[in-house]
């Protein structure tokens, strides 16, 4: 017997809800915001919105479907299955939060704040719901594969992310890496001694920086963008379905053993950026989401490229 088709409700707790968790009720809410001179009711009124629009499209899932509702928090904690139809209310960001944890599923973006979110990947209001799922279900319907992001380490842990994956250090420090890049790089920089030319690739550099960004074309409107407009860099920004990344070097620091040349580049499918790990650890995390993240100790390797998991997205 084919199961019956599941709409899965992705949202996240309001600022509203987080305030009276803090501060036990509107009214200690209300006063602890006024005595900064801010004002509850705009924040209120953002709760208001978002609840109706939940409420709006859980009524419009069929009767004969499955339907679950899914925190941002337990993302990492929910077992999402080939039949759902995944329904993102809230934010842009909500998207990319729960792409990483999908696997082709068709994805619908319901924006619950017209005017106040770009809008860029939430592209529909909850009235549409009922028609937009049966769109989903039935394969028809315009679909967008947005490229994702993968980094894949020696050890076989696995991270998906639709917008960029960052790997540094856990805090605020320098960590030390030895850099392997395919692809074509941007103009070269003068750097330290510690650069080689490798047969197949770019190069391979000992570098010691705040990190390495390696982002897609959905995330060209965001923090790859601003690394990319800070260095004036001659390559060109990526669209969301091109099958290529950007990468960029942050603050890479000269050193008698590290280098600066390799800063940036991009690469195709067919391409990696592998860093090998030579302090005490790094962390790779996608979209923001630190909290879950991949760890490499001293020695790990982790290569980071084009995934071949895409974010189905209704148009």
């Not at 790094?282 to 991949?294: H, K, P, Q, R, Y």
Request: proline content about 5%; charged content about 25%; glycine content about 12%.
């Amino acid at each position: 017997m084919t199961l019956a088709p599941r709409a899965v409700l992705v949202h996240r707790t309001t600022e509203y809800a987080e305030l009276l968790a803090r501060h036990g009720t509107h009214g200690q809410a209300a006063f602890f915001l006024s005595s900064r001179d801010r004002d509850i009711r705009e924040v209120a009124e953002r709760h208001r919105r978002t609840h109706r629009a939940l409420a709006e499209v859980a009524a419009a899932v069929p009767h004969r479907w499955r339907q679950s509702r899914v925190e941002r928090a337990d993302l990492d904690r929910f077992l999402f299955g080939p039949e759902d139809v995944v329904v993102v209310v809230g934010q842009d960001g909500l998207v990319a939060n729960a792409a990483k944890y999908l696997s082709g599923q068709p994805v619908v973006g319901i924006d619950t704040d017209p005017g106040r979110n770009p809008g860029v990947l939430v592209r529909h209001r909850a009235a549409d719901a009922g028609k937009l799922l049966a769109e989903a279900a039935g394969g028809r319907g315009g679909v967008d594969e947005l490229t994702m992001v993968e980094a894949v380490a020696d050890d076989s842990q696995r991270l998906l992310a639709l917008n960029e994956i960052c790997l540094g250090p856990a805090g605020h420090q320098t960590i030390r890496y030895r850099l392997t890049a395919d692809g074509r790089p941007a103009s070269p920089k003068a750097g330290g001694p510690a650069k080689t030319k490798t047969g197949a690739g770019i190069g391979a550099e000992a570098q010691a920086s705040s990190g390495v960004l390696v982002g897609t074309g959905t995330g060209a409107t965001g923090w790859l963008r601003s690394l990319w407009q800070e260095r004036g860099s001659a390559l060109a920004l990526p669209g969301p379905a091109d099958r290529r990344l950007l990468w960029f070097v942050r603050e890479a620091w000269p050193s008698p053993t590290t280098g600066t040349s390799l800063v940036s580049g991009e690469l195709t499918p067919t391409e990696r950026l592998s860093l090998t790990v030579e302090s005490d650890r790094l962390v790779a995390f996608g979209d923001g989401m630190e909290s879950d993240a991949l760890t490499l100790t001293w020695g790990q390797t982790v290569h980071v490229g084009v995934s071949g998991t895409t974010l189905r997205l209704l148009g």
